[in-house]
């Protein structure tokens, strides 16, 4: 019984009730999120440590996002099954190209070979912003 | 449980009543549900991109260039990495805040802040496609090019400006869009009827501008 009750008063809550709280809260947790990722780059997360977090806060902050700025927890169910059912197909299509990636790369070595230079490059070592402007650097690169 | 002859529950048996009454399956003005089928179609679009760039990333033997450094910013005699693109992030929540109170004061019919508040994110939206043009012209000043750069692997240029330039495309697009719908709001357009829904529709497209954000923040220039 309890649960058709609270079920009675979802379904006649209007969104004009929606308390203003609600979506300052969701701004900012969007803010802390934001800074945590952040964060990952500025102190130097790497391998599975950064991915992991890199798509959990993406997550997070997507889905405060579509949940509450853009009402979709507050929509009924058939719209919203409209809405987020489609796009899980990319799902197939992700699968796919990683599958597909691999092989070209394993491809690409076993054909062509690496390129000479496999090290990734520091932009330090490129561009010198104490001795030149950057349009310098620029005819430089021709 | 509840004794009742169906036995679906809550959320489900509110999707077979939809779609098996004989009227509209979705309960929303019909702007308001076009613009979720723009923005599912639109969806779509920025997904093949990025599933492209992951793809290309994937299969290139080149090394890939740092974005934290390619995109960081020299500071107070330091060089903070990624600063730029933080900064970017900022403005859009924000912006992306002040258009949900400006939703929601369009509930109440408020007039004026509503006004204030659409012109309050359109300027952030606007700032946020300054800081980009800033972030083109540093980059092709130092050689970044859709064919090449000094940093790495070719194909950074081309995602590059591929990807951004689209979302900078939307929000160019948004401000404009912000823009008119705030000068009909205030010209007293949509009085007669009373709907204010157009506020909430404009505010889906804006919002989905800020969630595009996210994914791009995080697969281009965090990954």
Known sequence: MENVATQETESHEDEAQHPIGVYLKVWILLFVISGLSYAVDYFDFQGMMRWSLIIIFML???????????????????????ILGPPLLLITLIGFMISEGLYVFGNRVDYMGRPAAAERIHVADVIHHDEEHGEEAMEEGH | MSGESLSLSGHAKTVVEDWSSDKQAFNVPWGKFMMWMFLVSDTFIFSCFLVGYMNVRR?????????????????????????????????????????????????FKDKNKIFL????????????????????SKLIAEGVRPWTNPFGAPQFGSIFFMVTGFHGLHVSCGVIYLLVIARKILRGDYDKKGDYSIVEITGLYWHFVDLVWVFIFAFFYLW
């Open chain 2, 59 to 107: 299969t290139t033997t080149d090394p890939w260039p740092y974005p934290s450094e390619v995109f960081a910013l020299e500071m107070f005699g330091t060089s903070v990495p990624l600063i730029l693109i933080a900064i970017m992030t900022f403005i859009l929540i924000t912006s992306s805040g002040t258009m949900a109170l400006a939703v929601r004061f369009a509930h």
């Open chain 2, 117 to 136: 508040l659409m012109l309050v994110t359109a300027a952030l939206g606007a700032s946020f496609v300054g800081l980009q043009a800033f972030e083109w």
């Open chain 1, 60 to 82: 997070l902050k997507a889905g405060l996002i579509i949940a509450v700025f853009m009402h979709v927890m507050w929509e009924r169910m058939a719209l919203i099954t409209a």
